[in-house]
């Protein structure tokens, strides 16, 4: 009994908040990837493009709640992604046409590029502020829990309760229909492929009749889309605030880098690298233990690795490391 | 004296500015702009050497600086005598142990062989040191933070003058930049930035949470000063008759004698502060001016031209027999222990240590954007950016409600947009920058004061 019961508080502290928030961060990290696959640069204004997306989100979702429209027990906001994707999708072409294409068109360094994003970073930082302002905000609304911990203690009769909330839930259900959808689109369409022949080499591309003006296009798309429901989800597991958004950016480009920049499907499980080892590394692992060793053996400290102050740390050292001994990333495969 | 004509206007415009603002608003405000703006114009030159000299993208300005503001904590504090007795001997012998640590590490990886057994030996030394060093130094840890938590609760300093700090934390930040530049620098350069980042977080984390050095989020306030105090000032005799003869004229006017000394009482509280401001002001001009001497020179030796040969074409300078390896490591550190001098000068001017005011965006992307909008490359260039967009970064507000009340001329007063508008005011700064980002990139990809280099 007490293993199960060890399990099961893995699985409440461990586990399953590590998979939403790894969920959360992979999406992202495509998004940084794709845009590094493609239009090759290291798009510096991640973290605000998906907190611009997010806003329109929120919005949305506080007009439906003003004329009475709900989703039942879903949150609300599943109904305004689509609009905020409409907004976000608009807002990252238009600032293409502004700002990047002048540089791909000049084939100016990478470097460069990643300059100008800062500067889209600033830009968008202070629309952001100045439409929907720098404070916390919570757009959560439908039932929170899944399971609470009360009713699962009841029902098998442990100690340990497994509470899941429902945002883990769908945050982990959406990320899979809409990483194996991106999957699908780049394995199997032809779209798809000409992207993938893209960034593996453009002259050759090029050559072979592929439209640059509709990949970047469709690139900047698909980016809209994974920013804006990246965001979305990350908002309501946890709240919406511009300047986590901000901070979110490093992990995110840990996760995709990690998982070899350029590799989508790396970039999807370098999220989950990066939220289990943060979790993992500053998780107190006292009560674990208790469980398992006999009374005896029973520690006195927290058993904890890393104080959790140092949660962000973690993933940045991970990155370094990575960066270090494999700079092409754990998951190298091919480009894209 | 033709050929600088531009540098000579920018730099003239500049000044103006700030005068106006001395004038329309107050001097105090002006001063304290234009110190940070000679902080902010260290950072550029420094981050200008890596940049503009060599090419190399340091996006970790932000971990240089707050080590050079640790540095101004550890050179300047009283030693707290107690925790040390409590809890010194426990750090110290940590310390110890982390320097045997690491050299055991390097002499392994020196002598021996790449093989699978020794990865496994360095993992354990490792590992086994992290264990043993958390065993010895939490104790001590825990006894240094109990001492007197609310006032103390870390070890303190040397309890030198501030001033000495400045060198230090050169030093800190170069240290610091060796290591970085040690196993980062062979990255590619956006992967070099992402790492420099990140690895500048992970040093802000460590300076937050490690409160025995610093105490952390509960700051470090009342450091020594290298000026007098105001109080001080007041109630100094030459300091008085020095303001009584400054403003002599305006005191003439008042016949009434209570209402002349009220007058002076206010002038002299005023006069202190901007006197203490500029004595900063010419503490820091010294700085920039040795630092402007120094750069210009290296700029125009057979260095400078090697470190351009470099930044332009590595390979061909590694041909010409150049260490490139070598010299971007040399111009890494260098720049770094510039930008620790500006940390330490800020926490100096400040007079408190913030560890949770170090966030990326102030203290490092925008002293990017100084280096690119005032012309990186070129040392005038990159002060001058220093002063535009601190400038800008600190009118912005005015100016943004200026525009804001300009525009929304027409509208009633209590009307949302309006009210919404003038209450988002403090972020059109980040429209500000970004936008003059954008435009210098796109329009004047050099900076205002672009590269210029003489051939003779």
Known sequence: MDFVNAIILLLNYIFVPALAYGSQLALGAIFVTLIYGILRFANFATGDMMSFGTMFVILFTFYFQSIGISFGVLPTALLAIPFGIIFMVGYMLIIDKLVFKYYRINKSPPVQLAMVSIGVMFVTQAVVRIIIGPSDRRFFDGEKFLIKAGEFKEMTGLNEGLAIKSTQVITIIVTLILVSTLFWFLNKTKTGKSMRAYSDNEDLALLSGIDPKKIVMITWVIAGILATIGGALYGLDKSFKPFTYFNNMLPIFAAAIVGGIGNPFGAFLGGYVIAFSEILLTYAYRKFFMYVLPESMEPDGLIQLLSTDYKFAVSFSILVIVLLYRPSGIFKGKVL | ?456
């Open chain 2, 1 to 456: 004296m033709r050929k600088n004509l531009n540098v000579i206007a920018a730099y003239s415009i500049m000044m103006g500015l700030i005068i106006l603002v001395g004038i329309f608003q107050s001097w105090n405000i002006a001063l304290s702009i234009f110190n940070l703006c000679l902080i902010s114009a260290v950072m550029t030159i420094g981050a200008n050497i890596q940049w503009g000299y060599a090419g190399l993208i340091n996006f970790g300005i932000m971990g240089f600086t707050a080590l050079g503001g640790l540095a101004a904590v550890l050179i300047s504090v009283d030693p707290v005598q107690e925790a040390w007795s409590v809890g010194g001997f426990n750090i110290l012998f940590s310390l110890f142990l982390i320097t045997a640590m690491v050299l055991a590490v390097r002499y392994i990886l020196k002598n021996y062989k790449k093989s699978k057994n020794r990865t496994y030996i360095v993992a354990a030394i490792i590992i086994l040191g992290i264990i043993i060093i958390r065993f010895i130094s939490e104790p001590g840890i825990e006894a240094i933070e109990g001492v007197n938590p609310a006032k103390t609760g870390f070890l303190g300093g040397l309890g030198l003058p501030i001033i000495f700090s400045w060198v230090v934390g050169a030093f800190f930040a170069g240290g610091l930049a060796f290591v970085i530049g040690k196993v980062a620098l062979g990255l590619r350069a956006d992967y070099l930035a992402i790492a420099t980042l990140l690895i500048s977080e992970i040093v802000i984390a460590i300076i937050k949470h490690e409160d025995w050095l610093t105490r952390g989020v509960k700051n470090v306030i009342g450091l020594k000063r290298p000026a007098p105090y105001e109080v001080n000032l007041q109630q100094t005799e030459w300091f008085i008759s020095l303001v009584e003869k400054f403003n002599s004229s305006k005191l003439n006017l008042i016949t009434d004698l209570t209402e002349r000394q009220a007058t002076l009482n206010q002038l002299v509280i005023e006069g202190s502060s901007v006197f203490v401001k500029l004595c900063y002001s010419g503490l820091f001009l010294v700085v920039v001016i040795i630092l402007l001497i120094l750069t210009q020179k290296a700029l125009y030796s057979p260095w400078g031209r090697m470190m351009r040969a470099i930044r332009d074409n590595e390979e061909a300078a590694n041909a010409m027999g150049k260490n490139v390896v070598k010299q971007h490591l040399l111009i890494f550190v260098l720049g770094s222990a510039i930008v620790g001098i500006a940390g330490a000068m800020l926490v100096t001017q400040d007079g408190l240590f913030t560890p949770g005011s170090y966030r990326p965006l102030r203290y490092t992307f925008l002293i990017w954007v100084m280096v690119i909008i005032g012309g990186s490359g070129n040392n005038f260039g990159a002060i001058l950016g220093g002063f535009v967009v601190w400038f800008l970064w600190i009118e912005a507000a005015p100016i943004g409600l200026y525009l804001v009340n300009l525009t929304t001329a027409g509208l009633d007063d209590t009307h949302f947009l309006k009210v919404h508008l003038i209450e988002s005011v403090p972020y059109f700064r980040f429209l500000m920058m970004g936008v003059g980002l954008l435009v210098i990139m796109r329009y004047r990809p050099k900076g205002i004061l672009p590269e210029k280099i003489e051939i003779k």
